[in-house]
């Protein structure tokens, strides 16, 4: 009987508890990387939907002003500056708001006497969380393409 009490074959609550910290450290790591992972992926889909509809205004822009080598944003279709729907989820748009801009450039180091227009498009929107309707992260995130239009010499 006294060999029975001092066994040591088996295993302790110690040891079962030990073990139950480790799984539970490790499980909760798993579902943590999965959350991270799988917001970095909704983020990295509503970046490249941005950019596809960055690209889109550009070609719209450069298509109204074939010939031109001035960027006039003024003769643009109706419904350009619309914002443009990104993502939609539990029937809650996300929308980007579109920005156009022109400057007029001249490269000193390079040709002074060259200038260049620069068309930039700017899409801003702001992240939503992936399993909310909320916006609970509050990054605020745009994609900026730009296009140079160099100035003929007449």
Known sequence: ???LITSERGLGLIQVLASLFIVTIALTGLLVST???QRRAV???HYRRALLAAMEKVEIIRYSNR???YPNVGNLPQGFYMPVVIDQRKGIPLTASVNV???THSDISIAPYVKYNALTVTLEWRERDINETTFLSNDV???TLREDYYQRYR
């Open 141 to 143: 995130r745009s994609v």
């Open 43 to 45: 983020e990295n889909y």
């Open 35 to 37: 959350y991270y992972a």
């Open 1 to 3: 009987m006294k060999s």
């Open 101 to 103: 801009d022109v400057t």
């Open 67 to 69: 010939g031109s080598d």
